[in-house]
């Protein structure tokens, strides 16, 4: 391991102080920062521990409707709170199905948001050519092992997929990222809080030197939600492809307003525009509803040894469809 410096800042401006220089890695609850440094994936001059900056590991009621959850939340705590059980299930469920217990106690819900790819090419200890660790070196998964890659919005340079489990529901959720820099801060949806390898591939976020997450917030509440995560072994493992579902129903049961999410398919949640739009109207057991998921994987554009997926993403998004609207898949 190469030497760095290391700061543990008490109050959150003397962390976005200290978080302003680009050498800079921000640690909190470590899950995914020491593995960075174990592999050299991070090589920072300088970590800045924010684990005990007051204030950011409050879950909050919003004064007109919805939920602030502080970036420093642990895992475990968000899906135990009683809003989030009550009111956005669907989060619940895909933290439960994110890591192991014990990781889960450590980790951090804004933190989670920054995992990097699990592509093993990325992961490895070897030299290895990889657009993402060496911009320029080129994408050993092109020629090798594509069995976990992209079905969406990747590019010859990237095919990789972002792992997070809780992001994916935030996302069916449109709940938003909000940042806070030095001079101010922003808000910025979950949908658009990734970057796809079109638009960078040297970060994989959209966040800025110095600009740290402050919380996540949930709008409206989703009862009527669920989350499928298909993945090799139940205990514990990445996903193959996931899916996140919110339904708004009608009083006769039909559906008023449906989002879905996908997670493993490509660099961020992938939302199914066209899929939510077909869904309205529909009984949750009309036949018109696989065609509807169908039609919207007509856009999938899989590379090669990730075909399969394709699929058991279909079937993941009619299951969470099915157990959001409380109908018997
Ligand atoms: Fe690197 Fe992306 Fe290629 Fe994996 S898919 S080897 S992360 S460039």
Request: glycine fraction near 8%.
């Amino acid at each position: 391991m190469i030497p760095f410096a290391y700061a543990r800042p008490t109050t959150l401006d003397e962390a976005l102080d200290a978080a302003r220089d680009p050498g800079t890695a921000v640690l909190a609850g470590g899950t995914e920062l020491l593995n960075w440094l174990r592999i050299g994936i991070a090589v920072p001059d300088r970590v800045v521990d924010i684990s005990r900056v007051p204030g950011l590991d409050r879950i909050e009621p919003l004064p007109g409707g919805g939920l602030r959850i502080g970036a420093l939340v642990r895992l475990n705590d968000v899906a135990a709170d009683p809003n989030v059980a009550r009111d956005w299930p669907v989060l619940r469920m895909a933290i439960h199905k994110s890591a192991s217990a014990q990781l889960r106690n450590l980790a951090t819900i804004g933190a989670n948001l920054l995992q990097k790819t699990r592509c093993a090419y990325f992961r490895s200890e070897e030299p290895t050519p990889c657009n993402r660790r060496l911009p320029g070196s080129g994408c050993a998964a092109r020629e090798g092992h594509d069995d976990r890659h992209a079905l969406f919005g990747w590019t010859d340079d990237c095919i990789a997929t972002q792992p997070s489990d809780p992001a994916v529901a935030l996302a069916a959720l449109d709940a938003v990222v909000v940042t806070r820099t030095a001079t101010g801060g922003r808000r910025i949806p979950v949908t658009d809080f990734q970057l796809l390898p079109s638009e960078a591939i040297d970060r994989d976020t959209v966040l800025e030197p110095g600009e740290l997450i402050e919380a996540i917030e949930l709008g409206e509440p989703a009862p009527h939600s669920a989350y499928v995560k298909v993945r090799e072994r139940e205990s514990y493992e990445y996903a193959i492809v996931s899916a996140a579902v919110t339904v708004r129903l009608c009083d006769d049961g039909r559906i008023a307003g449906a989002r879905i999410a996908l997670g493993s398919v490509a660099m961020r949640p992938w939302r199914l525009a066209e899929a939510e739009r077909r869904l309205v109207g529909l009984a949750p057991d009309d036949p018109a509803v696989t065609s509807a998921i169908e039609a919207a994987f007509a856009q999938a554009h899989p590379v090669p040894g990730s075909a399969y997926k394709v699929a058991i993403a279909r079937g993941a998004t009619r299951r969470a469809l099915m157990t959001a609207a409380g109908v018997r898949p």
